[in-house]
């Protein structure tokens, strides 16, 4: 009898939860193509170059990260509120726009600013490495803004090819230098951003997306689009850029205050504790867009989406993440090779950090959903000034690892009693 109840209980759960499923398991697909590519190549980099240039290159991708969200204005986020297709395509035309003209204006600040004497001292001249880095970061963006179309539109297959092809492109790209042409890591970034750049042509061949170049076009769409959106640019923008910012922030002090080989080693946990996250709450993140701006235009609220993305996050995260804090050290020597041994006992206490970003990261996009971007603004400030105020103040960098795993679980904590409520809200 009760196997029965089970069984009913179970066809309920699938049919209710079909669409949901169908569309995850879609996105997870390509999650898992894109994750693993990069992963698969992380291990020859490692084996090929030092722990410091690896953390180099590791690091110029995250900054990378940060400035494309600068570029894109967050307008990426304001497509899946957009009423209309036409709405949402004009949408996209702008994050072109405003990649373009803020990619050149960081080009003409960067000339002045860019002069760093202690990463001088291990990567010599920065010029070269942050040309690339604004080129990088603008395809990136560009590339984002069509994605985001793509969700928008429910083509889950457009949107599974573009990345695939995106991750074998760059990746193919970076594993031909190393072995053909060079170990040095500015090759390596080359090879990184060219990749970039032939992904991005990809996906407008495979979109057919047409922008126009008049200087007209250009300011008129980006300003009825940054007053009609406003929110985004004015709240979300600085919350999340302030967010990559502090992501950053231990990179910056390991690099200028302790060992570099620590960079290394931190920013290869970052990479590998960041895959489950990437693979699969991502893939939940995407569909939960999709589904909570359609039931927010309906229902006004996103409950049902909300705690149907918790459930599954808490049955797949939970174990994972145990099992992992038991096997990291034997792990990471396995896959990176033993000099990473050290990597996999650091990243046993960097474990609770990542399972709380694996289930409050994706559910954090409620606030902009729910026209909160306010809140995510003041969450990313203080969050931001503790990661400073941390590892300014750590003489160790295992004390300041601690300090840090435990401030930003309590902020992910906090993050998610604030989403639960406001999923519970009419907008």
Known sequence: MKNFIALNYFKKFLKNNFRFIKNTSTVLFSSIFVQLIPFLILPIITRTISEELVGIYLFWISISATITILMTMKLDVAIFVASKKSQARNLTKSIFYSSLLIGFLIYILSLFVFNFDFVQEKIGDIKRFVNLLILNSFFVSVFIGLNSFQIYCSDFKGYNIS?????????????????????????????????????????????????????????????????????????????????????????????SKFDPIFLGYYTIINKALSAPIGLIGSSMLTVFKEEASIEIRNEKNCKKSYFRILKFLLIIGLPSFVIFYFVAPDLFSIIFSEKYRVAGEIAKIMVPLFLFKFIISPLSYTLFLMNSQHIDLIWQIVLSVGTVFIFFFSTDFYNAIVGYVIFYSAMYIVNFFITKKLANEKV
Do not use: C, W
């Open 163 to 255: 990345r695939i092809t995106q991750a074998l492109i760059i990746n193919a790209f970076v594993i031909s230098t190393i072995f053909l042409l060079s170990i040095d890591v500015y090759f390596i970034i080359l090879a990184h951003t060219i990749g970039s750049f032939f992904s991005l042509l990809s996906i407008v061949i495979m979109t057919k997306f047409k922008i126009s170049f008049g200087k007209k076009e250009i300011f008129e769409n980006l300003k009825f689009n940054l007053s009609k959106f406003k929110r985004f640019p004015i709240y979300s923008l600085p919350a999340e850029f302030i967010n990559n910012l502090s992501l950053n922030i231990p990179y910056i002090f390991i690099l």
